[in-house]
């Protein structure tokens, strides 16, 4: 299996800065064939199932506010927040689709200081 | 808008068979997987498998000899059957469609699966006796 390894377990940022959070595959996930990577990004609140936010590695699902971006190729991507709003607390999740079974990261908590 | 819902029992007994359908609501059926995922404080979020609108199945190999995912295209459902169970699948369980692109490579079309971007809002299973 891919293991997905994210970091930090728990991010602490202050209204309107940046956050960023870190997300390592054990194998590249990316398709050499088509020149992409199949890394995903979900955001998950209390109570509620986990909403997609990045596919690709890098484009914004439809709705997505334009301040969550996604970066990174092969192994090791990130999820960006760029002026965190009090909105965006939440438990953030890496997935990969490149290989069987899918797996997700543990998640990484992100709260305001 | 697409919707999911999952229906099923909350409380399953040891060793028995979870029946979990998922219903889906104002959309195509076709060209997507229709996934099981499930979510423990212990696991965290774990992939099952997925059903094709032609019936194409893929599981986990981690539930691949006790699981079974099917789909009635007539009524818009796709189904869980988990056997065996114990208290490590007590859990709360989505079902979420997978959205597909085709996309060409040299002289290949290939369809490539890439993203959860429907999920219901799940239903929680508790495995006690």
């Known amino acids: 299996d891919i293991v997905m390894t994210q970091s930090p377990d728990s991010l602490a940022v202050s209204l309107g800065e940046r956050a960023t959070i870190n997300c390592k595959s054990s194998q590249s996930v990316l398709y050499d064939s088509i020149g992409k990577n199949s890394l995903s990004w979900y955001q998950q609140k209390p109570g509620q199932p986990p909403n997609l936010l990045i596919y690709w590695a890098s484009t914004r699902e439809t709705g997505v506010p334009e301040r969550f971006s996604g970066s990174g190729s092969g192994t090791d991507f990130t999820l960006t927040i760029s002026g965190v709003q009090a909105e965006d607390v939440a438990v953030y999740y890496c997935?990969?689709?490149?290989?069987?079974?899918?797996?997700f990261g543990r998640g990484t908590n992100l709260e305001i200081k | 808008q697409v919707q999911l819902r999952e229906s099923g029992p909350g409380l399953v007994k040891p060793s028995a068979t979870l029946s979990l359908s998922c219903s889906v609501s104002?959309?195509?059926?076709?060209?997507?997987?229709w996934t099981w995922i499930r979510q423990s404080p212990g696991k965290g979020l774990e992939w099952i498998g997925y059903?094709?609108?032609?019936?194409?199945?893929d599981y986990n190999p981690s539930f691949k000899s006790r699981v079974t995912v099917s789909i009635d295209t007539s009524k818009k459902q796709f189904s869980l059957r988990l056997r065996y169970l114990t208290a490590a699948d007590t859990a709360v369980y989505y079902c979420?469609?997978?959205?597909?692109?085709?996309?060409?490579?040299?002289?290949?079309?290939?369809?490539?699966?890439?993203?959860?971007?429907?999920w219901g809002q799940g239903t929680t299973v508790i495995v006690s006796s």
């Open positions: 059903v094709s609108d032609t019936g194409k199945t």
């Open positions: 979420a469609r997978e959205r597909r692109e085709g996309l060409w490579s040299g002289d290949f079309f290939t369809y490539y699966y890439y993203a959860l971007d429907v």
């Open positions: 997935q990969q689709s490149y290989d069987i079974p899918y797996t």
């Open positions: 104002y959309g195509s059926f076709n060209t997507y997987y």
